[in-house]
């Protein structure tokens, strides 16, 4: 199972949009709506930002949201602040034994 | 609040088995709705699921890793552990423990909270 296939970098100004693709097969993100995205700043552990493609978990900003077309989820950061800055990583889950496939991550930055 | 604590040796030497525990406060490991898992994170690299256990012991491994990895549960100590055998220096990483959703019983999947994180080094 490959790792799920993000760009390096993403960045906007302060107030703008970035989005961050997370590209798979229909094994993994196709296949069921189990994409999560995580948020991790540096030497932190990965924070749950994204679960079931699109839902936020409580305390997560509605500046953040998901989506998928086909095999390829995304993140949106609307109205981006200076703290969103941090590496974003997508997981899907990937069946057969529970298995977990995560993104190569991308590092977002605020202009 | 859940919190979960990871524990172990920070330097192992290749060839040797490397071995963790998580420790989970605030929360019963004995949740008919969670799994609770293992990820590793190269320095400077992206996550890697290793595996994941059920209270009653099922467990489930990252086939690149299976034939190497051991994860077993405490559940008097509300622990599971981590054991990882034949390390080289490609084992260097941060290991995070977390809980993970189950799909058969919360009908969902995702990994939350986190540990904080611990360095294991693989060098002589």
């Known amino acids: 199972q490959s790792a799920l296939t993000q760009p390096p970098s993403a960045s906007g100004s302060p107030g703008q949009s970035v989005t961050i693709s997370c590209t798979g097969t229909s094994s993994d993100v196709g296949g069921y709506n189990y994409v999560s995205w995580y948020q991790q700043h540096p030497g932190k552990a990965p924070k749950l930002v994204i679960y079931?493609?699109?839902k936020r978990p409580s305390g997560v900003p509605d500046r953040f949201s998901g989506s998928r077309f086909g095999n390829t989820a995304s993140l949106t950061v609307s109205g981006l602040q200076a703290e969103d800055e941090a590496d974003y990583y997508c997981?899907?889950?990937?069946?057969?034994?529970?298995?977990?496939?995560f993104g190569t991550g991308t590092k977002v930055t605020v202009l | 609040q859940l919190q979960l604590q990871e524990s172990g040796p920070g330097l192992v030497k290749p060839s040797e088995t490397l071995s963790l525990t998580c420790t989970v406060s605030?929360?019963?490991?004995?949740?008919?709705?969670?799994?609770w898992g293992w990820i590793r994170q190269p320095p400077g690299k992206g996550l890697e699921w290793i595996g994941s256990?059920?209270?009653?012991?099922?467990?489930y491994y990252n086939p690149s890793l299976k034939s190497r990895v051991t994860i077993s549960v405490d559940t008097s100590k509300n622990q599971f552990s981590l054991k990882l055998n034949s390390v080289t220096a490609a084992d260097t990483a941060v290991y995070y423990c977390a809980r993970r959703a189950r799909i058969a019983a919360a009908g969902t999947n995702y990994f939350d909270p986190w540990g904080q994180g611990t360095l294991v080094t693989v060098s002589s």
């Open positions: 256990i059920y209270y009653s012991g099922s467990t």
């Open positions: 605030g929360g019963s490991i004995s949740s008919s709705s969670y799994y």
């Open positions: 079931e493609v699109a």
């Open positions: 997981s899907s889950y990937a069946g057969s034994n529970n298995f977990e496939v």
